[in-house]
């Protein structure tokens, strides 16, 4: 598609419930990052994929987060047993191997509104 | 370890006044690239500039500028003669060659008031 795209824009849960973002990369577009923005702060990386690369999983915050991507299509980010604290815009961005090709570098979702209630 | 730091939380200024935003950073790479983000209330991210390590020139585009030095790891941006549509938070990010990660500052928050 012409753009990153993620789903659901909004999401409410209950504490305890496990969650799924997902992540529509630009086609052909090989590297995918999560990152995290609580309400007031800055971005958080969680996640970064490569590739076939192993992952760059540094920033997840607990075992209770992990992500997927099945080759360079689609990302999903699950959040296991979620809590409060989880509450954030989920923010996906991907960008081209090369970066010299696109100025911008990275081009970043509208990203998941997650609220656990 | 590399890092972003965007000392000023919150500005306020009144319309058509300058304003500087300062960001500066912390790498061991000698190659590496600096961004600019604007994000609005409306919440998406926009891209302002990528400036690589290499090219210490600053740049200017309509009313924003930025001013790159290595010496000082500073990259600050300047919007001139500010406008009300300004107002957002505005976030400076690094990004390695080998990293492939963005490293992001907290963000400044621009309010400019008419």
């Known amino acids: 598609g012409a753009g990153v795209s993620q789903s659901p824009s909004n999401k409410v849960t209950e504490k305890g419930k496990d969650v799924e973002l997902r992540c529509d990369p630009i086609?052909?577009?090989?590297?995918l990052y999560w990152y995290r923005q609580r309400l007031g702060q800055g971005l958080e990386f969680l996640i970064y994929?490569?590739?076939?690369?192993?992952?760059?999983k540094s920033g997840l915050p607990s075992d209770r987060f992990s992500a997927e991507r099945t080759g360079e299509s689609v990302s999903t980010l699950t959040i296991q047993r979620t809590q409060q604290e989880d509450s954030a815009v989920y923010l996906c961005?991907?960008?081209?191997?090369?970066?010299?090709?696109?100025?911008?570098?990275?081009?970043f979702g509208s990203g998941t509104r997650l609220t656990v209630v | 370890a590399q890092k972003v730091t965007q000392a000023q939380t919150e500005i306020s200024v009144v319309e058509k006044e300058d304003v500087t935003l300062d960001c500066v950073y912390e790498?061991?790479?000698?190659?590496?690239?600096l961004f600019w983000y604007k994000q609005p209330p409306s919440g998406e991210l926009v891209f302002l500039i990528r400036?690589?390590?290499?090219?210490?020139q600053n740049e200017i585009s309509g009313r924003y500028s930025w001013n790159f030095q290595k010496s000082t790891s500073s990259f600050n941006f300047t919007i001139t003669a500010s406008q009300v549509v300004d107002s957002a938070v505005y976030f400076c990010?690094?990004?390695?060659?080998?990293?492939?990660?963005?490293?992001f500052g907290q963000g400044t928050e621009l309010s400019v008031k008419p």
């Open positions: 961005a991907s960008s081209h191997p090369g970066q010299g090709r696109d100025r911008r570098g990275y081009t």
């Open positions: 086609s052909g577009h090989t590297a």
């Open positions: 994929f490569q590739g076939n690369s192993a992952p760059d």
């Open positions: 790498t061991r790479d000698t190659t590496y690239y």
């Open positions: 400036r690589n390590s290499f090219d210490e």
């Open positions: 990010a690094l990004n390695t060659f080998q990293g492939g990660k963005l490293i």
